[in-house]
């Protein structure tokens, strides 16, 4: 699978932004994708995932209720949409795929077998 991340960019605090993922390869029916992100000096972190089988959705506490994650069988890919961002929402963004990632495992970045590029997003005024 090959991951694509676009939709980076600068934004003033309190405002939103789309990052997209497009995969190719291999559909992503029956596969986990998440996001994470990596902010200078860090480690990286998991940000969202959605269960290969049964669609549910996890979040991390510091983006819960601000970020939602979508995947489009359709377009084959991935989405985060994130609102209300502020400057510690700044890092690398990456979105990642695993076919064979468990529920327990969702938010290790270990699990995942495929990952994009990051999108580097920026939050200042």
């Known amino acids: 699978v090959q991951l694509q991340a676009s939709g980076g960019g600068l934004v003033q605090p309190g405002g939103s932004l789309a990052l997209s993922c497009e995969a190719s390869g291999r559909t992503l029916r029956g596969v986990a994708v998440a996001w994470f992100r990596q902010a200078p000096g860090m480690e990286r972190s998991f940000v969202a995932a959605i269960h290969r089988n049964d669609g549910s959705l996890r979040y991390s506490d510091s983006v819960k209720g601000r970020f939602t994650i979508s995947k489009d069988h359709a377009r084959n890919a991935v989405y985060l949409q994130m609102n209300r961002l502020t400057p510690e929402d700044t890092a690398v963004y990456y979105c990642?795929?695993?076919?064979?990632?468990?529920?327990?495992?969702?938010?290790?970045?270990?699990?995942?077998?495929?990952w994009g590029l990051g999108t580097l997003v920026t939050v200042s005024s």
């Open positions: 990642a795929a695993g076919p064979s990632v468990i529920s327990s495992s969702l938010t290790s970045h270990s699990a995942y077998a495929y």
